[in-house]
C-alpha cells in the first residue's frame, strides 16, 4: 500500500555533490509547490532520512552506493529519485526492486530522454500507425571531448578496455530502446574503447535494432548540458520516423520528422524544448508521484531491465557471442 504526501507542497532533499548537484539544485527551483530543503553529501543521508520534513529525496551518488541508500530511504518512508544506471549489477538491482515492494512509498528512475517532450510525440505516431508495422530501430549516442555546458566525460575511464561503457549515463539506452521496441529478447555487441555497436533482437516477429556509440575525444559537441547527443530512426512497413537533436545541436535537422509513405511531416522546431525544460519535468513528476497524483514514468523493474540489456551487451562483446536477456 503506498502512502501518498497529503499536501500540495512537497519537500525534498539532494545528496551528492559536484556539477550535477547544481544543475538539480537549479531544477528544483523551476518546480512549483517544492521546497529544496537540504542539499547534503553521502555523509548526512543517515540524519537526513530520519527528519520528518524530508517527503523524498534525490540521489546524484555513484551507483554502487544506490542499495544502501534506496533500502535506507524506504526504510523510514522516503520516496526516491535515482539516477541511470540503477546499479553496477543485476543482484543489487534486484534488491533494490524487493525493497520498494515491502515499501510503503515508490522510486522514480530518472532517464532524461524519457522526459523529453519529442519521445511522447513520437510515440503517439507509432502508436496511430503511421509506419505500419514497426520494424527496426536505430539509436546512434554520440559524445564529444569538446562543448556543452555540463559535466564532461572522463577520456581516461572510457578509454579503459575493461570499462563497460554502455552503463555510462549518455551511452545507456535500453531503457528508450524498450519504450519504442518493447522487450528485448537477445543481444549481440562489437567495441573497443570509445565504441559500442549493439544488435537488439526484440520479442515478436522480424522486430530488431542497433545501437551505436562513440566517443570523439576531439569533437566539439554543442549542447546546454554534456557534449553528447542522441538520434532515432525507427523504420516500420509504411514509413519512418526521425528523432534528431533530442540532446544537443548535432547537425541542422528537425527535431520530429515522418515519411509515411510518399509524405513527409515535420514538426518544427521552435516548440519550446531544452535541456533545463526536460530536468524540471523530471522532477515535477516525482513531486505528483509523492503526492499520489502519478505513478512512476520510468519504474525500478524497468530500470531493472535496461541494466540487464546493457550488462547483457557487455558480455556478448567480451565473448564474442549472442546472449539471452530474461
Given at each position: 500500500m503506498t502512502s501518498a504526501k497529503q499536501t500540495d507542497v512537497v519537500r525534498v532533499a539532494v545528496i551528492g555533490g559536484g556539477p550535477f548537484a547544481a544543475l538539480a539544485a537549479r531544477a528544483w527551483g523551476d518546480v512549483p509547490g517544492v521546497e529544496l530543503v537540504?542539499?547534503?553529501d553521502v555523509t548526512r543521508f543517515r540524519e537526513l532520512v530520519e527528519q520528518a520534513n524530508i517527503d523524498g529525496v534525490e540521489l546524484l551518488v555513484d551507483p554502487a552506493a544506490h542499495r544502501e541508500l534506496i533500502e535506507l530511504a524506504f526504510a523510514r518512508g522516503k520516496y526516491v529519485a535515482v539516477h541511470k544506471p540503477l546499479a553496477p549489477d543485476l543482484d543489487s538491482a534486484r534488491a533494490i526492486v524487493a525493497a520498494e515492494q515491502k515499501a510503503g512509498t515508490k522510486a522514480v528512475v530518472f532517464d532524461p530522454l524519457l522526459f523529453h517532450p519529442f519521445v511522447p510525440r513520437a510515440m503517439a505516431q507509432l502508436n496511430d500507425g503511421q509506419?505500419?508495422?514497426v520494424q527496426m530501430i536505430r539509436l546512434k549516442s554520440h559524445a564529444g571531448g569538446q562543448g556543452g555546458g555540463g559535466p564532461a566525460l572522463d577520456p581516461s575511464r572510457l578509454s579503459r578496455p575493461d570499462h563497460p561503457l554502455l552503463l555510462e549515463w549518455p551511452f545507456d539506452k535500453a531503457a528508450l530502446i524498450e519504450h519504442f521496441m518493447g522487450p528485448v529478447v537477445e543481444v549481440f555487441c562489437y567495441g573497443a574503447p570509445h565504441t559500442r555497436m549493439v544488435s537488439y533482437k526484440f520479442q515478436g516477429e522480424s522486430r530488431y535494432g542497433v545501437h551505436?556509440?562513440?566517443y570523439s575525444p576531439d569533437l566539439l559537441v554543442q549542447s546546454e548540458a554534456a557534449p553528447t547527443d542522441d538520434s532515432v530512426e525507427i523504420t516500420g512497413t509504411d514509413g519512418i520516423l526521425w528523432l534528431h537533436n533530442l540532446t544537443a545541436t548535432?547537425?541542422?535537422a528537425p527535431k520530429l520528422m515522418?515519411?509515411?509513405k510518399d509524405v513527409v511531416t515535420i514538426w518544427d522546431d521552435r516548440i519550446e524544448y531544452d535541456h533545463s525544460h526536460v530536468q524540471a519535468?523530471?522532477?515535477?513528476?516525482f513531486a505528483e508521484v509523492i503526492r499520489g497524483r502519478a505513478k512512476p514514468l520510468h519504474t525500478l523493474e524497468q530500470a531493472e531491465r535496461a541494466l540487464s540489456v546493457n550488462l547483457a551487451s557487455e558480455q556478448a562483446m567480451r565473448e564474442a557471442s549472442a546472449k539471452k536477456v530474461f
Amino acid at each position: 500500500m503506498t502512502s501518498a504526501k497529503q499536501t500540495d507542497v512537497v519537500r525534498v532533499a539532494v545528496i551528492g555533490g559536484g556539477p550535477f548537484a547544481a544543475l538539480a539544485a537549479r531544477a528544483w527551483g523551476d518546480v512549483p509547490g517544492v521546497e529544496l530543503v537540504r542539499m547534503a553529501d553521502v555523509t548526512r543521508f543517515r540524519e537526513l532520512v530520519e527528519q520528518a520534513n524530508i517527503d523524498g529525496v534525490e540521489l546524484l551518488v555513484d551507483p554502487a552506493a544506490h542499495r544502501e541508500l534506496i533500502e535506507l530511504a524506504f526504510a523510514r518512508g522516503k520516496y526516491v529519485a535515482v539516477h541511470k544506471p540503477l546499479a553496477p549489477d543485476l543482484d543489487s538491482a534486484r534488491a533494490i526492486v524487493a525493497a520498494e515492494q515491502k515499501a510503503g512509498t515508490k522510486a522514480v528512475v530518472f532517464d532524461p530522454l524519457l522526459f523529453h517532450p519529442f519521445v511522447p510525440r513520437a510515440m503517439a505516431q507509432l502508436n496511430d500507425g503511421q509506419i505500419g508495422e514497426v520494424q527496426m530501430i536505430r539509436l546512434k549516442s554520440h559524445a564529444g571531448g569538446q562543448g556543452g555546458g555540463g559535466p564532461a566525460l572522463d577520456p581516461s575511464r572510457l578509454s579503459r578496455p575493461d570499462h563497460p561503457l554502455l552503463l555510462e549515463w549518455p551511452f545507456d539506452k535500453a531503457a528508450l530502446i524498450e519504450h519504442f521496441m518493447g522487450p528485448v529478447v537477445e543481444v549481440f555487441c562489437y567495441g573497443a574503447p570509445h565504441t559500442r555497436m549493439v544488435s537488439y533482437k526484440f520479442q515478436g516477429e522480424s522486430r530488431y535494432g542497433v545501437h551505436e556509440v562513440v566517443y570523439s575525444p576531439d569533437l566539439l559537441v554543442q549542447s546546454e548540458a554534456a557534449p553528447t547527443d542522441d538520434s532515432v530512426e525507427i523504420t516500420g512497413t509504411d514509413g519512418i520516423l526521425w528523432l534528431h537533436n533530442l540532446t544537443a545541436t548535432m547537425v541542422e535537422a528537425p527535431k520530429l520528422m515522418l515519411k509515411r509513405k510518399d509524405v513527409v511531416t515535420i514538426w518544427d522546431d521552435r516548440i519550446e524544448y531544452d535541456h533545463s525544460h526536460v530536468q524540471a519535468a523530471m522532477r515535477a513528476h516525482f513531486a505528483e508521484v509523492i503526492r499520489g497524483r502519478a505513478k512512476p514514468l520510468h519504474t525500478l523493474e524497468q530500470a531493472e531491465r535496461a541494466l540487464s540489456v546493457n550488462l547483457a551487451s557487455e558480455q556478448a562483446m567480451r565473448e564474442a557471442s549472442a546472449k539471452k536477456v530474461f
